[in-house]
């Protein structure tokens, strides 16, 4: 009932009419002012770059983001789900199909919920912290952190426990997302393409110049590879790599939950399973999701060049004789497991 209501609930369309004013006066005023001072020194061109570098890459990763996921909801809703009343009039096939008790179907729900919530604070933090208004026209911004990285979801985990009001509001998200699941994930996917749009914008520093990158004429001695690939081509692929991961987890975990809840699961207290279509579904985002944590792992051997574990900066005996296998038998592990799922 109340996912009915907040549905056809005819205010919407003014709530985002005033964001979207808000949004546009905000840039508005800071790109006129912005672009007085830069017209004033001579440097208009590479402010205009900037602007135009970050509205383009802002309007694809969330129009991109936005398709994904909201083909993949759209697929997910468009599923039918396997309904008790159906079996009722087959025992045998009844007794087939346990299925999870409430006890179970609740537990795991609301699991996903959390981890839902959990991505949405994740997002905004990374685009509070790498999002800013500042005068200068290149941003330095460092490698973004993934979900593939454990280093990443311990910072997580800490910053949520050292501030209880982000455990409050990770915890109503989740609530949202199991009493009104529809609306609520809905929402959430149109804050995730805003928020990946968001963060790819800021990161324009770091996708011109994979577009022209210039050879340096020097390799590395380990991979033989080219000094501008480490310089202007890996930020790149790791900026796709964590719109990848971010879009795949989240479409993953949604969909998991928009079959789990489908047919009333919840009022009728069991869970009866997954139907085929369903399953193939969800073999797909998973094949996707070890697909790109394949990617991170291979992207994770280059980055041993950058350590600092040893006594110089750089790659030390341990990380070339052990860190190295280990990055090339994940990668390839996970790339089999995911042509497996597919």
């Not at 087939?96 to 919920?113: K, P, V």
């Not at 279509?277 to 990617?295: E, F, I, K, N, P």
């Amino acid at each position: 009932m109340w996912e009915k209501a907040l549905r056809s609930w005819g205010g919407w369309p003014w709530v985002m009419a005033l964001l979207l004013v808000a949004l546009l006066v905000q840039v508005g005023l800071y790109v006129g002012a912005e672009g007085l001072w830069f017209v004033d020194v001579g440097h208009w061109g590479a402010f205009r770059l900037r602007i135009g570098s970050q509205l383009l890459l802002g309007i694809l990763g969330a129009l991109i983001s936005l398709i994904l996921l909201g083909g993949n909801l759209w697929w997910a809703y468009r599923l039918p789900a396997i309904m008790a009343s159906e079996l009722s009039a087959s025992p045998q096939s009844q007794a087939g199909r346990a299925g999870l008790g409430l006890r179970s179907l609740l537990s795991l729900s609301f699991g996903l919920c959390l981890l839902i919530s959990l991505q949405l604070l994740y997002l905004g933090q990374v685009f509070s912290s790498y999002w800013s208004w500042n005068a200068s026209v290149y941003n330095p911004t460092p490698p973004l952190p993934l979900w593939a990285k454990p280093a990443a979801i311990q910072a997580l985990v800490t910053g949520v426990l050292a501030q209880p009001w982000q455990l409050v509001a990770v915890a109503v998200v989740a609530i949202a997302l199991l009493l009104v699941p529809r609306f609520s994930v809905t929402l959430a996917a149109w804050v995730t393409s805003i928020g990946l749009g968001g963060v790819l914008a800021e990161q324009w520093t770091k996708v011109l110049p994979a577009l022209n990158p210039v050879p340096f004429n020097r390799v590395d001695p380990l991979f033989g590879r080219d000094i501008s690939f480490y310089v202007l081509r890996l930020p790149c692929l790791e900026v796709l790599l964590f719109w990848g991961v971010s879009l795949i987890f989240f479409a993953l975990v949604s969909v998991t939950l928009v079959y789990l809840l489908a047919g009333n699961s919840l009022s009728q207290g069991r869970f009866l399973g997954f139907t085929p279509a369903q399953q193939r579904h969800l073999y797909g985002l998973g094949g996707g999701l070890l697909l790109s944590t394949s990617l991170s792992h291979w992207l994770g051997r280059y980055q041993i060049l950058y350590s600092q574990q040893g006594v110089v900066y750089g790659a030390s005996y341990t990380d070339i004789h052990v860190s190295l296998p280990v990055y090339t038998v994940l990668g390839t592990m996970s790339l089999l497991l995911g042509l497996g799922l597919l």
